[in-house]
């Protein structure tokens, strides 16, 4: 059984940074991809960021690009969510999810494993 456990989110300044982990276990995850998502209050959740854990090829959503950076550390299992120049409409609730994957599979949906959240708020 796939766990996927966050850590990282607290409350930060516009313009600051914060770090999310999300800690990996219950199998290997070399054909897998990992995937971070939000959801603000009121608002359905949506795509952030994605990476391939074999081959480390990312997606961004265009309202994250040049300010997240996804990565992983095979060795850890774990993957980050870098998250820089934070502004006020990037506060949610961050999940870290997992599905199998092959060579074609999109990263920005479809995923079955997921973690339980952690809360990021930026205030202005």
């Known amino acids: 059984q796939v766990q996927l456990a966050e850590s990282g989110g607290g409350l930060v300044q516009a313009g600051g940074s914060l770090r999310l982990s999300c800690a990996a276990s219950?199998?290997?995850?070399?054909?897998?991809?990992m995937g971070w998502f939000r959801q603000a209050p009121g608002k359905e959740r949506e795509f952030v960021s994605a990476?391939?854990?074999?081959?480390?090829?990312?997606d961004y959503a265009d309202s994250v690009k040049g300010r997240f950076t996804i990565s992983r550390d095979n060795a850890k299992n774990t993957v980050y969510l870098q998250m820089n120049s934070l502004k006020p409409e990037d506060t949610a609730v961050y999940y870290c999810a997992a599905k199998s994957v092959v060579y074609y599979s999109a990263l920005r949906s479809g995923y079955d494993y997921w973690g339980q959240g952690t809360q990021v708020t930026v205030s202005s």
């Open positions: 990476i391939r854990w074999t081959g480390g090829s990312t």
């Open positions: 219950g199998r290997t995850f070399s054909n897998y991809a």
